[in-house]
């Protein structure tokens, strides 16, 4: 990983040219970018894979409940003699 920040672009105190190639340092600062990059597009797959996961389990939770409120009415409505039990 590459440690830089902008004071390391500039001259050093003791007057010493430095051997950092600018090229060097675009490279290493791409490279960092693209990691980071990288972090959060993996973040943002996970969030939306749990929040799909979620809605799914809603999905078939109201599939079920639906299924036991059509039950429940077609026993009211044989109950109230407007239909013959199924057998």
Do not use: W
């Not at 490279?27 to 797959?45: P, T």
């Not at 078939?60 to 199924?86: C, F, Q, W, Y």
């Amino acid at each position: 990983m590459c440690d830089y920040n902008a004071k390391d672009l500039s001259e050093p105190e003791d007057g010493n040219i430095r051997d950092d190639n600018p090229e060097n340092i675009d490279k290493c600062a791409l490279d960092e970018m693209s990691n980071q990059i990288q972090i959060v597009l993996q973040d943002m797959k996970d969030k939306f894979q749990t929040m799909s996961d979620q809605i799914l389990l809603r999905i078939d939770d109201m599939g079920t409940r639906i299924d036991d409120l059509e039950k429940n009415i077609s026993d009211l409505m044989v109950h109230a003699g407007l239909e013959t039990p199924d057998k």
